[in-house]
């Protein structure tokens, strides 16, 4: 069994800043991929970014430049730098993990609330 954990999620004014992680743990032999994806209300989940075993990083055009995404191999541990909030980034965020038998596996998610 595999266990996905997300934290860091909070409500911070436009303009600040959070930091979020995300921990799998459990029967996990490798990971090829870690990412974040958030669902806001009404809305559909979407990619925000996403960190490959080759160290190659994706971002959605929304996020360049305000977010970085980074991880830690020997934790099989992800984060997300989110910086100059906006409203706009409000939502639910999601950890996804990909392990090497390209299973995939989500965490139940952190808020995070960016007021105006």
């Known amino acids: 069994q595999v266990h996905v954990v997300e934290s860091g999620g909070d409500l911070v004014q436009a303009g600040g800043s959070l930091r979020l992680s995300c921990a799998a743990s459990g029967s996990i032999f490798g990971i090829n991929a870690m990412g974040w994806y958030r669902q806001a209300p009404g809305k559909q989940r979407e990619l925000v970014a996403v960190?490959?075993?080759?160290?190659?990083?994706d971002y959605a055009d929304s996020v360049k430049g305000r977010f970085t995404i980074s991880r830690d191999n020997a934790k099989n541990t992800v984060y997300l730098q989110m910086n100059s909030l906006k409203p706009e980034d409000t939502g639910v965020y999601y950890c996804?993990?990909?392990?090497?038998?390209?299973?995939?596996?989500w965490g139940q998610g952190t808020q995070v609330t960016v007021s105006s």
């Open positions: 996804n993990v990909e392990d090497i038998m390209r299973r995939i596996f």
């Open positions: 960190l490959k075993e080759s160290g190659s990083a």
